[in-house]
């Protein structure tokens, strides 16, 4: 088994096949082309495509090899490194197999064996200008997906701002900052949603439904709490907040800790698939009761967990403070 001169600018071919005279012949071939890379079996294909699969940009497999098939490399290169242009050999007549290669997408080319030069050497280039193409496409793609999930990000915080002023009236800032920190604290920056499942018009919709969904959740357990906890006070913050939010947090005299974390980040990081849980709908909805019953929370971070204390609010926030937020959020 050969492997790639990592030091070599050029994307290489990766060419599988356990017939060492093939092996010689497609080098000599396609050497002055571009680096070649060489396995004989699937398993070694496999290996080298998991040590190398950037730095590689066709492979060329034969389909009749001790163990598994060519097919079965092919497939295994489609399912995890899709930039790769897959081309299948062979000297035998195996319609069905490669019938079922095309039909999978597990192949760009069928080339029979024995091998014309100048249409190999053609079909290399041709494959190897096209992994090319498919790398500044799937660039130009994350680049776009990029700008649109930091333009997600900055909605919803923008939607946990409306959903607070909605609830409890405008100007009243503390909940927010409270809640954007403990997002910051999460770590819920540039989360991955799930764009390639779905066009812009889809994603709007389904997004919109999201926010709908969360704020209205909200609206309830803010009138549940407003019932509940009749009578009780500021003072009981910590007491409140263990007993709302249950077995996501724990109680230590008058600490409230958070073993798993980035559940303070579910709104603005999780993708649009996911429906925000009750849990997280109570977490907004407490910090909403308690700027009504006039206290507030200090979050921090100790270690892998994020802990909060009972604190003096704030009267006053900079007209900034949101847009602070945004970018702080969506930054890279």
């Known amino acids: 088994m050969s492997e790639p001169n990592t030091t070599q600018a050029p994307p290489a071919i990766l060419f599988v096949d356990d017939e ?7 080098q000599r071939a396609i050497g002055q082309l571009a680096p070649v ?9 496999k290996a080298l495509l998991d040590a190398h699969g950037d730095s590689l940009a066709v492979l060329v497999s034969d389909q009749r090899m001790p163990g598994e098939y060519g097919n079965e490399l092919l497939r295994y290169a489609r399912e995890r490194y899709p930039h790769i242009v897959r081309i299948l050999t062979t000297a035998y007549s195996e319609l069905d197999q ?5 039909n999978q997408g597990q192949i760009h080319r069928y080339i029979k064996k024995p091998w014309d030069i100048t249409a190999l050497r053609m079909e290399m280039k041709q494959a190897l200008e096209l992994s090319g193409l498919r790398r500044e ?6 680049e776009k997906l990029m700008v649109l999930q930091k333009q997600t990000v900055a909605t919803r915080v923008g939607m946990v701002h409306a959903i607070c002023a909605s ?3 405008p100007g009243r800032f503390q909940p927010v900052e409270t809640y954007l920190a403990g997002t910051s604290l999460a770590g819920a920056r540039n989360a991955e949603p799930d764009w390639q499942r779905l066009d812009y018009a889809d994603l709007v919709g389904a997004e919109s439904q999201r926010c709908g969904v969360y704020g209205h959740a909200v609206g309830t357990k ?11 006070g500021a003072g009981d913050a910590t007491a409140v907040l263990a007993e709302v939010l249950g ?3 724990r109680r230590d005299g008058d600490v409230v800790t958070w073993a798993a ?9 999780r993708p649009v698939a996911d429906a925000v849980s009750d849990e997280h709908a109570a977490w907004l909805a407490a910090l909403l009761w308690l700027e009504e019953a006039g206290g507030a929370l200090q979050l921090q971070r100790e270690g892998d967990a994020i802990t909060a204390r009972a604190t003096t609010r704030t009267e006053s926030f900079a007209k900034d403070r949101l847009a602070v937020w945004i970018e702080q959020l969506t930054e890279a």
């Open 20 to 26: 060492a005279t093939a092996v010689k012949y497609f």
């Open 261 to 269: 974390p980035d559940a303070l980040g579910e709104f603005v990081a």
């Open 167 to 169: 609830l409890i009236g």
């Open 37 to 45: 890379v060489t396995g004989g079996s699937v398993e070694e294909g």
């Open 98 to 102: 490669t019938v079922e290669a095309v």
């Open 247 to 249: 077995a996501a947090v």
């Open 137 to 142: 496409r799937d660039q130009l793609v994350r």
């Open 222 to 232: 803010l009138a549940e709490f407003r019932a509940r906890l009749a009578g009780r």
